[in-house]
């Protein structure tokens, strides 16, 4: 029964919008009665929720919480290196991972200056506007970035957003070379930041990301790039070390 329940959720993992249990059936070659069943189970845990108000169904929010906990070895193998930078910087920094098609932050150390971002752990962001998302996405293979490029909205959130994957293929060109991406009021107005990706040891991408103010992050880009890029490069060698 939970082979068959997995195998439901990993069609609903690779179709978003979501499936009828028709579809659902022939996906996973089971008779539609039995994916009725399991179907209901999953709803009655919150694992899955109405894909539209007439058929179908998706992945639930659930989920998040639970890929959240999964992520959480790496969360507490990086909390020590997330307090060192915070007491290091002053500033605030994020932990997050990439989780389908958005990134999700997983934990956070707060900085110590009065006027500072908030950051959330559990809540989501889109790939394209943000400083971890765009070093995430630099360090895709390019078979799986295609695959980002079909499936992507580039959603406006502030004027600086970029909404064009040719504008923001070159921006991950320049990430790649640097090893570091930045986020110069693109997601939300008055917050800048700098991010670096890490693979874990079961090759899952996280980032590193420090947001700032805008009005103090200019005069200390290149200082906190310098740090991050030292830190993830050591933090990135032990992880590989963890793999073995």
Not at 163 to 170: A, F, G, I, P
């Amino acid at each position: 029964m939970i082979a068959r329940a997995v195998a439901v959720l990993d069609s609903l993992r690779q179709h978003p919008k979501g499936l009828s249990l028709g579809e659902i059936a022939k996906l996973v070659s089971l008779p539609r009665s039995t994916v009725q069943r399991i179907v209901a189970a999953l709803d009655d845990e919150g694992l899955v929720i109405a894909a539209s108000l007439t058929d179908g169904v998706k992945l639930g929010p659930r989920l998040i919480s639970f890929a959240a906990s999964a992520k959480f070895e790496i969360a507490d193998f990086c909390l020590p290196t997330l307090q060192r930078l915070a007491k290091e910087t002053g500033e605030t920094v994020d932990l997050s991972v990439l989780n389908h098609d958005k990134l999700v932050f997983v934990d956070h150390v707060p900085g110590t200056h009065r006027l500072r971002p908030v950051s959330a752990v559990g809540v989501s962001f889109p790939l394209h506007s943000n400083a971890p998302g765009k070093a995430m996405l630099a360090t895709l293979a390019e078979t799986e970035l295609e695959k980002y490029r079909r499936r992507l909205s580039l959603a406006k959130m502030t004027d600086n957003t970029i909404l064009s994957w040719e504008k923001l293929n070159r921006e991950l060109a320049q990430v790649r070379k640097e090893g570091v991406a930045y986020d110069h009021e693109e997601h939300s107005l008055g917050i800048c930041a700098v991010g670096a990706a890490l693979r874990d040891p079961t090759g899952e991408l996280a980032a590193i990301s420090i947001p700032v103010p805008t009005q103090r992050f200019g005069p200390n880009e290149r200082k906190l790039t310098r740090i991050l890029q030292k830190t993830c490069r050591e933090l990135q060698r032990r992880l590989q070390h963890e793999a073995t």
